[in-house]
């Protein structure tokens, strides 16, 4: 066949089209091309997208709190879902998480860690410790400060500070024994302190104390307990010994260096600072540093030294050489422990060349005086012949001489 007798192709496939539109309308008379909705394809080469549901969420969290403050006790889980917290975002929250912890004051207790591992755990504290969890539980008291963090969906995340207050029970600090002469009275309050991490120290009131096995009038070793309670109920309790004594025993437990006044409880002895006897003339020199002080003049000067031999409810009194303090109505005395404080001259003999000096301990925050905690470690020189030549502070003046014109003075027996 002739191809120019063929009929195009083109041709025949319209004709097909238009032969299948006419049937179709024939068939659905009421279509209508309106009816179709066809995709605006230029939205999607649009070279701006305004739309604002489009954008990604830059901001950051809101976190929000009605107090700031919580506590709770040792051992108690806190949680952030129970603290009340509010967290506003323009998008989905995806997490609220504890994250960091950091104290100043926290009480860990010693048997729990060595003092070298308490340092490092104290310094790891100071500096904020890392943490993750919606739940954390404290085992020890203190003050803490719990850093709270909000994130949401876009990895915006925001901080928030929260105090909390570990409540532990009261600490009770008590001597290990107590050592009293038969029939005194005990100043417990004068040997006890009651102390909390949060709540601070305890007035001697609040502590509860329970004497009944004790019999003061009877020689023997018997156990009173203290108690202390919390405004959260939380209590302590500890027990101490106390062993009742006639005074000749209690002063030779002192002479002879099994008890003293810094580490006990002594109550109703003749000397408590009594700083004993020795055979061994080395350790003397050695133990007996704690009754030495030095005495300047009213200029600051050097003058010399003296002893302590005699420390009471009121005063210090200090035995030296009258050519030291010579003119002078007062005295500047420096003990072994650092202590410095101004003392009055009560007494001088020239011929004897003594003199004697005291000063008040009432008044802690007075010059003139001197804080309990510190007094406790100072002593006495024990008044006996033999030890009263050994020193070359003391050989000066016999002991005879200087008990007569201490008892004319003070009115009353140094000896025993």
Known sequence: MNKRNQPPVIAIVLLILLVCLFVFLRVFPD???????????SDTF???????????????????????????????????????????????????????????????????????????IKKAYAEGIAIS?????????????????????????????FT?????????????????VTGAEIPYKDYVKVWDIVDGDYTFEDITLDTSNLNIGKEGSYTVSFSAKDKYGLTSTCTAN???????????????????????????????????????ATQLEVDIVPALVQIS?????????GFIIKIDNEFITIATNESVVAGNLTALVSFYNEMTCSASVVFTNEEYDLAFIRIPVDGVN????????????LRTV????AQWKMHPVTKKVSLEQMLRHYELVFKYKLTR
């Open 242 to 280: 106390v062993h009742i004594m006639s005074k000749k025993a209690l002063q030779q437990l002192i002479d002879t260096h099994k008890i003293n006044a810094t580490d006990h409880a002594i109550v109703g002895a003749y000397n408590k600072y009594d700083i004993g006897y020795y055979d061994d």
């Open 164 to 180: 909390l207050k570990v409540e532990t029970p009261p600490i009770i600090e008590t001597p290990p024994d107590y050592y009293v």
């Open 297 to 305: 003049n009213s200029k600051n000067d050097v003058a010399g030294d």
């Open 366 to 377: 007075e010059a003139s005086s001197i804080s309990s905690d510190r007094l406790s470690t």
């Open 31 to 41: 279509f209508s091309f309106s009816n179709i909705s066809f995709p605006n394809f």
């Open 133 to 161: 969890g919606e739940e954390f539980q404290f085992t020890y008291g203190g003050i803490y400060e719990l850093t709270i963090t909000a994130t949401d969906i876009y990895a915006n995340s925001n901080d928030f500070t």
């Open 382 to 385: 024990h008044l006996d012949e």
């Open 46 to 120: 649009s070279e701006e997208d305004n739309t604002e549901e489009n954008k990604p969420d830059m901001t950051a969290p809101i976190i929000s709190c009605d107090i700031n403050t919580k506590t709770i006790k040792a051992g108690d889980i806190i949680s952030v879902s129970k603290l009340g917290i509010r967290v506003t975002d323009n998008s989905k929250i995806e997490s609220l998480l504890f994250t960091k912890i950091r104290s100043d004051n926290f009480y860990m207790p010693p048997a729990d860690s060595s003092s070298e591992q308490l340092d490092t």
